[in-house]
């Protein structure tokens, strides 16, 4: 049964009459989606904000962080926080206050990136900026006030992904050492068939429809809308072996909620302590409805909170 709280927002968003996002190009997308998160949020937390630019590579212009910083204590862990939104949508303010709380809540430095988004920057734009930001915090962390040796990654959806294949890359690289990954509702399959009922049941949302799914992998994978290789879906990955300790986290009215699953599981069976936590009567994109919603509160302070864990000394 879906959430009374969300259930009570679903139908005032539909009595509005508002369109699908994917009924609408992309810059008039990003626009709604902005809107949509800012509806959803809560007051903004009391931590310290810094913008920083992160030096520019051949041929792509210079990749914006945002860094969240707790007022006390220190040094802290630190977050390298990958946004939702298909890859197409979702920048820094539209996550600002998911970065805020998650800051205050787990006490860590918090660094979120504004990758490029498709249909501009196509696929593996996206991975590539990830990996990019993920070696500059390991690189600077001292800088931002943070441990480098209490380094996790996180992120929801598509941030989820891209979290999780940078600690693929990390390891194979031998650095940097992530010591936790938390994933919100991942899409692992990158679009792929496969055992997933829940594409089905829930394919008309409440909140991501398989109608938006389509669009986001047309417009980042390209025409087919399935990833080529394990950096958009890493369920393919030729191991999951070797990878930090991890949280996965599903909505039950989610048409991703059973490849997320799946992927949780297949961590699992490769030897990587997982934690597999499902809110029922919750759906996609959770993490930025604790505003009007008590159960994603409760979902922000269980994420925060398995993050401040995997970032304690040892």
């Not at 600690?167 to 679009?191: C, E, N, S, V």
């Not at 980042?220 to 809308?225: C, I, K, P, Q, S």
């Not at 269980?302 to 995997?310: E, H, I, K, V, Y």
């Amino acid at each position: 049964m879906l959430d009374h709280q969300l259930d009570a927002i679903v139908k005032h968003v539909q009595a509005a009459g508002l369109p699908d996002l994917c009924d609408l190009p992309p810059v008039a997308c990003r626009d709604l989606y902005r809107q949509i998160l800012a509806a959803a949020d809560r007051p903004a937390a009391d931590v310290q904000v810094e913008d920083r630019l992160m030096p520019s590579r051949p041929d792509v212009p210079a990749l914006k962080l945002r860094v969240y910083t707790p007022r006390h204590g220190g040094p802290h862990g630190v977050i390298v926080y990958f946004h939702g939104g298909g890859y197409v949508l979702g920048d820094l303010d539209g996550y600002d206050s998911v970065c805020r709380q998650l800051c205050l809540d787990s006490a860590a430095v918090v660094v979120s990136v504004d990758y490029r988004l498709a249909p501009e920057h196509p696929f593996p734009a996206a991975v590539d900026d990830a990996w990019e930001a993920l070696r500059w915090v390991g690189e600077h962390a001292k800088q931002l006030g943070a441990d480098p040796a209490r380094l996790a990654v996180a992120g929801d959806s598509a941030g989820a992904i891209l979290a999780t294949v940078t600690t693929m890359l990390a390891r194979d690289a031998k650095w940097p050492t992530i010591k936790f990954q938390a994933l919100l509702y991942p899409p692992a399959a990158g679009g792929h068939a496969g055992d997933y009922p829940s594409r089905e049941r829930h394919a008309a949302g409440p909140t991501l429809t398989l109608r938006t799914m389509d669009y986001f992998g047309a417009h980042y994978f390209g025409a087919v809308a399935q990833a080529p290789d394990f950096r958009g879906a890493p369920l393919m990955a030729p191991s999951l072996a070797g990878l930090p300790p991890a949280l996965v986290m599903l909505a039950g009215h989610d048409p991703l909620r059973d490849e997320a699953l799946a992927y949780g599981h297949a961590l699992q069976a490769a030897g990587t302590p997982t934690t597999i936590v499902e809110y029922d009567g919750l759906a996609h994109g959770f993490i930025s409805m604790a505003g009007g919603i008590g159960a994603a509160r409760l979902a922000q302070l269980q994420f925060a909170q398995a993050l401040r864990q995997g970032l304690e000394p040892r």
